[in-house]
């Protein structure tokens, strides 16, 4: 059985760092094909994608935010951790963290989720 | 870079069939997949590439692609089927990941 859950602070300052961390288990971020995500959605509007980790350390990041995402692997091998620096008040948002099960580049799929955390950047 | 367009709302009667659907460049390439939002819920994947239903979910969701065009199809749809639905492909260019703004279905 996958699960994923994401912890993180609630409550950050602007210009702060922010870190997450997804915990997951049933499945090893090393198996060919897998990857995780990182998603978020500030409150009412769409889901946006972030980051990507493949099973082979490759990692991908969204154009508009690449300059200050970064997606690792925790030593741990269960956790992947999400850093996203100088925080403003648009990043506000739930943050998800999300399986995909094998690399299909036609068709790109998440099929487990975490239940997010909520984010709330404010001085 | 690519975008995915979505009508913001769509409404359907109870029992009757609703098509939900993505518009982009992207979609010529990359197959859409579709994603069930309720609210205070994490989004739940329903129908992925040419007919990937994942376990569990109800056989009323169909998807299919003309063009550079996306349908999610609800035949039958239940008051349960009322909720968001987002679709997700890759950029055409860079291959990163794409959402489109979502779609709110009312089941009247």
């Known amino acids: 059985q996958i699960t994923l859950r994401e912890a993180g602070p609630t409550l950050v300052k602007p210009t702060q760092t922010l870190t997450l961390t997804c915990t997951f288990s049933g499945f090893s971020l090393t198996t060919t094909g897998v990857s995780v995500a990182w998603i978020r959605q500030p409150p009412g509007k769409a889901l946006e994608w972030l980051a990507l980790?493949?099973?082979?350390?490759?990692?991908r990041y969204s154009p508009s935010l690449r300059d200050r995402l970064t997606i690792t692997k925790d030593t741990s091998g269960n956790r992947v951790v999400l850093t996203l620096t100088n925080v403003d008040p648009v990043d506000t948002a739930t943050y998800y963290c999300?399986?995909?099960?094998?690399?299909?580049?036609?068709?790109?799929?998440?099929?487990?989720w975490g239940q997010g955390t909520l984010v709330i950047v404010s001085s | 870079s690519s975008e995915l367009t979505q009508d913001p709302a769509v409404s359907v009667a109870l029992g009757q069939t609703v098509r939900i659907t993505c518009q982009g460049d992207?979609?010529?390439?990359?197959?859409a997949t579709w994603y069930q939002q309720k609210p205070g819920q994490a989004p739940l994947l329903v129908f992925y590439g040419v007919d990937n239903r994942p376990s569990g979910i109800p056989d009323r969701f169909s998807g299919s692609t003309s063009g550079n065009t996306a349908s999610l199809t609800i035949t039958a749809a239940q008051a349960e089927d009322e909720a968001d639905y987002y679709c997700?492909?890759?950029?055409?260019?860079?291959?990163?990941?794409?959402f489109g703004a979502g779609t709110k279905l009312t089941v009247l």
């Open positions: 980790l493949y099973w082979d350390d490759d990692k």
């Open positions: 997700s492909s890759r950029d055409s260019s860079s291959h990163n990941l794409l």
């Open positions: 999300a399986h995909s099960p094998y690399f299909d580049i036609l068709r790109p799929f998440f099929d487990f």
């Open positions: 992207s979609l010529t390439t990359y197959y």
